[in-house]
């Protein structure tokens, strides 16, 4: 267990789908005067050095927000990231450092909003308290050591009954699947009014598959709209390609991710519509890239 460092995956297509979606329901969630809570059940380290050995030995920044970096003419979601992580590299004009989703959330909460960071890695959250620190954001923000399937449920609903709950694990453990759907049920039951957002790999294993389709059903028995968004840069095929010798990358990565919402902002999709193409374009690796929006 807990194998797994954000370091080395911060800035990759998954994290540019899951952060500009996350930036959408936040600009949407915000525009409300009324204080909004948002809990980070899987929280990182916060930040992230795309110029330090974890990301320079992954590499795979390379594959997705450099790709992005300086375009012009894009869709209006995908420029407020670009903004927002420009925000973060305002000393140079090189992208040095990566904002991951604590550091993005905090960026756009205003006096009146919570966050609440839930992170078990020893050294993540080493890391995560020694930048939130920094921000010297006081009560805001708390930094939590448990378990982020667990310790979440107690801020289920906030007293302001408007909350944003983000549920990106590791998936390191198969049994990881099952406990999202059991947060995002128990959630539902107790707040059905929430924004959900769970971000989930597409990879060839049944329960990443099932995921969606489970989600779903639990938005339908609440009565909750939902969307689910989808982006491949890549055949999922490539490990056996690497096999039969085929000219293909050596590190055969993540092939495609989703971002699963659940009463989402009803200007979402279309405002995914018009990005996801563009990220297909942009981002995509093979013949094989392309989105869906369900
Ligand atoms: C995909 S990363 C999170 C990235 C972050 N949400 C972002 O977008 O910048 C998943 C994190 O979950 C942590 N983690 C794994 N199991 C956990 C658990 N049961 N509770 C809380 N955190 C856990 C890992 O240490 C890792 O830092």
Same mark, same amino acid.
């Given at each position: 267990?807990? /194998?797994?460092?954000?370091?080395?995956?911060?800035?990759?297509?998954?994290?540019?789908?899951?952060?500009?979606?996350?930036?959408?329901?936040?600009?949407?969630?915000?525009?409300?005067?009324?204080?909004?809570?948002?809990?980070?059940?899987?929280?990182?380290?916060?930040?992230?050095?795309?110029? *330090?050995?974890?990301?320079?030995?992954?590499?795979?920044?390379?594959?997705?927000?450099?790709?992005?970096?300086?375009?012009?003419?894009?869709?209006?979601?995908?420029?407020?990231?670009?903004?927002?992580?420009? %925000?973060?590299?305002?000393?140079?004009?090189?992208? =040095?450092?990566?904002?991951?989703?604590?550091?993005?959330?905090?960026?756009?909460?205003?006096? #009146?909003?919570?966050?609440?960071?839930?992170?078990?890695?020893? /050294?993540?959250?080493?890391?995560? %308290?020694?930048?939130?620190? #920094?921000?010297?954001?006081?009560?805001?923000?708390?930094?939590?050591?448990?378990? *982020?399937?667990?310790?979440?449920?107690?801020?289920?609903?906030?007293?302001?009954?408007? @909350? +944003?709950?983000?549920?990106?694990?590791?998936?390191?453990?198969? %049994?990881?699947?099952?406990?999202?759907?059991?947060?995002?049920?128990?959630?539902?039951?107790?707040?059905?009014?929430?924004?959900?957002?769970?971000?989930?790999?597409?990879? !060839?294993?049944?329960?990443?598959?099932?995921? !969606?389709?489970?989600?779903?059903?639990?938005?339908?028995?609440?009565?909750?709209?939902?969307?689910?968004?989808?982006?491949?840069? =890549?055949?999922? =095929?490539?490990? %056996? @390609?690497?096999?039969? *010798?085929?000219?293909? @990358?050596?590190?055969?990565? +993540?092939?495609?991710?989703?971002?699963?919402?659940?009463?989402?902002?009803?200007?979402?999709?279309?405002?995914?519509?018009?990005?996801?193409?563009?990220?297909?374009?942009?981002?995509? #690796?093979?013949?094989?890239?392309?989105? @869906?929006?369900?």
């Amino acid at each position: 267990m807990f /194998s797994y460092r954000h370091a080395f995956h911060a800035g990759n297509h998954a994290d540019v789908l899951k952060h500009t979606v996350l930036i959408a329901l936040l600009k949407h969630l915000t525009l409300k005067e009324a204080p909004l809570t948002v809990i980070d059940t899987h929280a990182g380290a916060g930040l992230y050095r795309l110029d *330090g050995d974890f990301a320079q030995t992954s590499a795979e920044a390379a594959d997705g927000i450099f790709k992005l970096w300086g375009k012009n003419e894009l869709a209006s979601v995908l420029k407020d990231y670009l903004e927002v992580v420009q %925000s973060f590299n305002a000393q140079s004009k090189a992208l =040095k450092v990566y904002p991951g989703s604590p550091f993005i959330t905090q960026h756009l909460l205003r006096e #009146q909003d919570k966050l609440k960071l839930f992170e078990l890695h020893p /050294s993540d959250i080493k890391a995560l %308290s020694g930048n939130v620190e #920094q921000l010297r954001a006081g009560r805001q923000i708390a930094v939590i050591r448990e378990d *982020g399937f667990e310790g979440p449920r107690k801020f289920v609903p906030p007293p302001a009954r408007r @909350a +944003l709950l983000l549920c990106d694990p590791s998936y390191e453990i198969k %049994s990881d699947y099952a406990k999202v759907q059991t947060l995002i049920a128990e959630s539902l039951k107790r707040f059905a009014t929430g924004t959900y957002a769970v971000w989930y790999p597409l990879i !060839p294993r049944p329960e990443a598959h099932d995921l !969606p389709k489970r989600l779903k059903t639990l938005a339908m028995r609440a009565g909750k709209p939902c969307l689910n968004l989808a982006l491949t840069v =890549k055949n999922s =095929k490539i490990i %056996s @390609a690497v096999q039969s *010798g085929a000219d293909v @990358a050596k590190r055969p990565g +993540l092939p495609a991710s989703g971002m699963f919402i659940i009463n989402p902002p009803h200007t979402l999709k279309a405002s995914m519509l018009e990005a996801l193409p563009q990220m297909v374009d942009i981002l995509g #690796q093979d013949k094989h890239a392309a989105f @869906a929006v369900d």
